[in-house]
Every structure is written in C-alpha cells, then in structure tokens.
C-alpha cells in the first residue's frame, strides 16, 4: 500500500513510484535537453522567447542559459537541467547548451538500460567508471602553452573564435576574439569581469564596436562646467543633493503667509550651502554623485570650478569607484579619511549621436569598456551575452590554461577511451559504461544534424579517423567534412570540457537515483473572506 492509499498523504496531493516516477522524471529532462539541442554548435539555431507580460519583451537568442533560465518548469527533473545549466554560466560561462543536451543524451541511454531490466545503482557504478576515464582521456589530451605568451595568445584567440563561432558575432569572430583577449589579458590572471564594462549604443554595424582603455560613463557633464579636466581629483558620492524635499514620509508644513514658506526655503538653502562648503572642504575639482544634483549645489559646484557628474547610476559608480581607485562616501566630516579616486584625464566623447564622458589612465590599469555597435536592441542584446560568454572562457583560461581540441574531437576521444574501459569491465555494469560512450559519440552527432550534414556518416567516419590515431580529427562544420582541428584552430577551454562532462554526469546521477514523486497538495483559498 502506497502512502496516498493509506491516507497518509494530505487530499489532492499526488505521487509516482517505481519505474513511473522514474521515466516522468527522465522524459521531462529530456524535453528540456531536446529544446535546445538545436542550439548546439556553430550551425545552431535562435530562439524566440516572448514574455507575457506588458510590453510582450522579445529576446532572441541561442545561449542555453538564457533560454532555459526565461522557461516556466513544472517537472521537478527538468529543474535540475537549468540548475547545472546557470551552473555552467557561473562556473566558466560557456558550455550551457553542451552540458543540458549532454544529460540528456545520458538519460536516453539509461531509460533503455532501464527497460532491459538494469537496476539504476548498476547502471550508475558504470557511469561513474566511464566519467573517470573520459576525464582521465581529456587531461591526458590537453595541452599547455601558459609559459610561452605569444602560443598562449594563438591559443586564447583560438577559444574565443570557437566560442564565438556559434552565436550572433560568428561573422565578425575575428574582429571580436581579438577584442576579448586585448581586454582579459589587461586584467592580468584575474577573473573578476568587473573591470571590463559593456556599453550597447544602437546604431552602425556591429564591426563599428571598439575597445576604449579607461572607464566610460553613459551621462553628460553639468551646465556651465569645465568639460576637460587633467590630473582631476574626484569624489564618488552616494548623497543627495536636494533641497526642496522634506524627507519625512507624508510630512506637512502648514504657515500663514508667504514670508514664512521663503523662511523655510532660506533655511533649506542654508543647510545645503553647510553640505556644500564641507563638499568642497576635499580638495576636488570632479564630484560624481548616485543620486540627482539640483540647481543651487550645481551653481555653486560652477563657481568653485568643481564640475558635477549626477546620477551616475548604481552599477556604473559601483564600477568607477573600482577603476579609479576611490571610495564611495557619504558623509563629508572628515576629508582626511576620504580617500579621491585619480585618472590622467576625463574629457567627453560622441558616439552614434551620444555624448559620453570619458575617463582616461585610470588607477586601476585594468580597466576597459567595450562599446557594442549594432541596427536593434535585439542584436545588442545577443552581441553582450556572445561576448560576456567570450570574455568569461577567456578569463578561466587565462587561469587554468590548458587546453583542448573542439569540433567533436574532445568527445570521441573520450568516447575511445570509455569503450576500451567497457571491454574489459565484466558484469552489467559494462552495459552502462558502453551507453556513456553513445551518450558521448551523439554530441558531434547533434552538431553535424543542425549543420544540415549527413551525422551518422559523418561520425562513423570520425570514429574510424581515431581508431586510426587520428587523435586531432574533428569535424569541420564549413565543408561539412572530417578534419584536422589542431590546423583549423577549433581549440576549447579544457576547464569548460571538464566541468560539461562533470555536471552532466552528476545531474543525470542525481535524476536516476529518483524512485518516487511526491507532489503537494495545492493551497485552497480560504472561504468566507469575501466581499
């Protein structure tokens, strides 16, 4: 007797068990995985992912974070697909489409194992024996070039145009696999993007984007201020600079003639004259504030030569204080705790028909912005996140940096190497190990079907490259045929490959061992509190 039978279980919940739950579970990752399988490889297909909401936002896009992050799940298996799949964006921020359909692909082969009658804790000894292996075949396969720079450069330049190659930029790989090394090799091993900011202007074509050295801010200099400074001292504020709020929530004045309203307005004034003086008390001649800067503190910023940047919003200041060496402050007692951010120079610029305010020579030597070019918000959009993808393997790499090769040849590698571990391995377990193999010898697969290529063709012509020592071969998605991915540059991140086989594997563990669900009774409105 199950637990809804016995009562146990609270009316209207509702539970699997055994072979059920199991095959909902696989069947709902499943679904999840063949979403966006066509999204896999440099051929892949776009997505429309259109909200219910006001305004009906379109995002189009073939990044399978985004996609799978944008979907509403009910299926608790399909959950934990997006789950390893924002993993994989936090981690090293490529790889998302690989990880999810990689699961998937797993999961197919264990619901036949499942079918024959393997029981699930068998099928995932052989599982974890065959991730071993294929991550032993891959470290084995990588190669390391951090010691010499200029291979290490070929070798970034490589990852960034396979990493390009399968989204919106792949036309412009070059120019922009070159804009992404130029910016991570600024920050010098370190993996924090923050120095690298992303600005999207609309207009001109995406090969007008460019990489300015220093900081830009997307806001205008004040009226009547200098709009050159040299050697500036600047003072990143998070103040307001408003007089004429009372800041008492639903307060009111109440006064009998008009004399007494200029009396309040005089003292308003007089206490923002006292912020001002202790404003000006630091030796600045640059004051950058969060919040908005009303006429009066403007004037009087005119007058001293000071010139005011205003609302300079949260992330962008958060971001400057960074690059300029400064600290964000709000009270002004004591301008010897202070400490000012510094640049060579701020100056403004014009992009599209934009001005900007730039600054140059930044304390912090890392610090870059990318200006994206392009004709819609849509294209901007996808360019930030094909780029940020770029950006993020590059600064792993830069890290850990070995390297492997792309182009399905990574996979049959390890594809070999778990075959030869399931010929000598006895017992059922063997089974599960040849499925992992299939399970890794269907990603090149996926990839030559969204090419439009004949795949099994393709793949069995791979498969006899590597029985021949072709240890390099991959498949070449222009000329639709096998090739050698050393001399074709189709390089990969080996931190990306370890960590998709890794997660794929424990995720798709994890969905196996389920042998029930148990779903909870929704939440009935209460009665009686109507109108």
């Given at each position: 007797m199950?637990?809804?039978?016995?009562?146990?279980?609270?009316?209207?919940?509702?539970?699997?068990?055994?072979?059920?739950?199991?095959?909902?579970?696989?069947?709902?990752?499943?679904?999840?995985?063949?979403?966006?399988?066509?999204t896999?490889?440099?051929?892949?297909m776009?997505?429309?992912?259109?909200?219910?909401?006001?305004?009906?936002?379109?995002?189009?896009?073939?990044?399978?974070?985004?996609?799978?992050?944008a979907?509403?799940?009910?299926?608790?298996?399909?959950?934990?697909?997006?789950?390893?799949?924002?993993?994989?964006?936090?981690?090293?921020?490529?790889?998302?489409?690989?990880?999810?359909?990689?699961?998937?692909?797993?999961?197919?082969?264990?619901?036949?194992?499942?079918?024959?009658k393997?029981?699930?804790?068998?099928?995932?000894?052989?599982?974890?024996?065959?991730?071993?292996?294929?991550?032993?075949a891959?470290?084995?396969?990588?190669?390391?070039?951090?010691?010499?720079?200029?291979?290490?450069?070929?070798?970034?330049?490589?990852?960034?145009?396979?990493?390009?190659s399968?989204?919106?930029?792949?036309?412009?790989?070059?120019?922009?696999?070159?804009?992404?090394?130029?910016?991570?090799?600024?920050?010098?091993?370190?993996?924090?993007l923050?120095?690298i900011?992303?600005?999207?202007?609309?207009?001109?074509?995406?090969?007008?984007?460019?990489l300015?050295?220093?900081?830009?801010?997307?806001?205008?200099?004040?009226?009547?201020?200098?709009?050159?400074?040299?050697?500036?001292?600047?003072?990143?504020?998070?103040?307001?600079?408003?007089?004429?709020?009372?800041?008492?929530?639903g307060?009111?004045?109440?006064?009998?003639?008009?004399?007494?309203?200029?009396?309040?307005?005089?003292?308003?004034k007089?206490?923002?004259?006292?912020?001002?003086?202790?404003?000006?008390?630091?030796?600045?001649?640059?004051?950058?504030?969060?919040?908005?800067?009303?006429?009066?503190?403007?004037?009087?910023?005119?007058?001293h030569?000071?010139?005011?940047?205003?609302?300079?919003?949260?992330?962008?200041?958060?971001?400057?204080?960074?690059?300029?060496?400064?600290?964000?402050?709000?009270?002004?007692?004591?301008?010897?705790?202070?400490?000012?951010?510094?640049?060579?120079?701020?100056d403004e610029?014009?992009?599209?028909?934009?001005?900007?305010?730039?600054?140059?020579?930044?304390?912090?030597g890392?610090?870059?912005?990318?200006?994206?070019?392009?004709?819609?918000?849509?294209?901007?959009?996808?360019?930030?996140?094909?780029?940020?993808?770029?950006?993020?393997?590059?600064?792993?790499?830069?890290?850990?940096?070995?390297?492997v090769?792309?182009?399905?040849?990574?996979?049959?590698?390890?594809?070999?190497?778990?075959?030869?571990?399931a010929?000598?391995?006895?017992?059922?377990?063997?089974?599960?190990?040849?499925?992992?193999?299939?399970?890794?010898?269907?990603?090149?697969?996926?990839?030559?079907?969204?090419?439009?290529?004949?795949?099994?063709?393709?793949?069995?012509?791979?498969?006899?490259?590597?029985?021949?020592?072709?240890?390099n071969?991959?498949?070449?998605?222009?000329?639709?045929?096998?090739?050698?991915?050393k001399?074709?540059?189709?390089?990969?991140?080996?931190?990306?490959?370890?960590?998709?086989?890794?997660?794929?594997?424990?995720?798709?563990?994890?969905?196996?061992?389920?042998?029930?669900?148990i779903?909870?009774a929704?939440?009935?409105?209460?009665?009686?509190?109507?109108?």
């Amino acid at each position: 007797m199950d637990a809804h039978q016995s009562g146990a279980l609270k009316e209207g919940a509702s539970e699997d068990k055994g072979l059920n739950a199991k095959l909902s579970s696989i069947i709902g990752a499943q679904a999840i995985s063949d979403l966006v399988k066509t999204t896999l490889g440099p051929k892949g297909m776009d997505k429309i992912l259109q909200s219910t909401g006001r305004g009906m936002e379109l995002t189009i896009t073939n990044d399978g974070a985004t996609i799978l992050k944008a979907l509403p799940l009910d299926n608790a298996a399909a959950k934990i697909l997006v789950d390893i799949a924002r993993t994989q964006d936090d981690e090293v921020g490529d790889g998302t489409t690989s990880v999810v359909v990689l699961c998937g692909q797993l999961l197919c082969e264990a619901e036949q194992l499942l079918m024959q009658k393997i029981h699930p804790q068998t099928i995932i000894q052989g599982w974890r024996m065959a991730t071993d292996v294929a991550r032993t075949a891959l470290l084995e396969a990588a190669v390391d070039h951090g010691t010499d720079p200029v291979k290490f450069r070929e070798d970034l330049m490589n990852i960034a145009r396979t990493t390009l190659s399968s989204k919106i930029l792949s036309h412009d790989k070059d120019f922009f696999a070159n804009l992404a090394v130029d910016a991570v090799l600024r920050l010098k091993g370190s993996t924090n993007l923050e120095s690298i900011q992303l600005i999207k202007k609309q207009g001109g074509t995406l090969k007008d984007s460019f990489l300015e050295e220093g900081f830009i801010l997307d806001k205008k200099f004040g009226v009547g201020q200098p709009k050159r400074l040299e050697n500036p001292k600047i003072l990143i504020a998070n103040t307001s600079m408003d007089a004429d709020k009372i800041k008492i929530y639903g307060a009111k004045v109440k006064v009998d003639s008009l004399a007494k309203v200029a009396d309040i307005e005089a003292a308003e004034k007089a206490k923002m004259k006292a912020k001002m003086d202790k404003i000006i008390k630091h030796n600045i001649n640059c004051f950058i504030d969060r919040q908005l800067i009303y006429n009066y503190p403007e004037q009087i910023f005119a007058e001293h030569g000071i010139t005011a940047i205003e609302h300079a919003d949260f992330d962008g200041i958060e971001r400057l204080a960074l690059a300029l060496g400064g600290e964000i402050t709000s009270t002004f007692e004591h301008p010897e705790l202070v400490k000012l951010g510094s640049c060579k120079l701020i100056d403004e610029i014009m992009i599209g028909e934009d001005q900007l305010i730039r600054f140059s020579g930044v304390a912090s030597g890392e610090a870059c912005t990318v200006v994206l070019r392009g004709a819609s918000s849509h294209i901007l959009d996808e360019a930030e996140r094909s780029l940020h993808d770029a950006l993020c393997v590059l600064s792993q790499t830069v890290k850990e940096t070995r390297t492997v090769l792309g182009g399905g040849c990574s996979e049959t590698l390890m594809a070999r190497a778990v075959d030869e571990l399931a010929a000598t391995t006895p017992g059922k377990r063997s089974l599960a190990i040849e499925a992992y193999a299939r399970a890794l010898r269907n990603m090149p697969k996926i990839i030559a079907d969204n090419a439009g290529y004949e795949s099994s063709e393709l793949v069995s012509q791979l498969r006899a490259a590597h029985a021949q020592g072709k240890n390099n071969a991959g498949l070449d998605m222009i000329t639709g045929e096998v090739g050698d991915m050393k001399e074709l540059g189709i390089t990969e991140s080996w931190k990306v490959k370890n960590q998709v086989v890794t997660s794929a594997s424990e995720a798709a563990e994890m969905i196996l061992r389920v042998d029930e669900v148990i779903k909870c009774a929704p939440r009935e409105r209460e009665q009686g509190h109507g109108h």
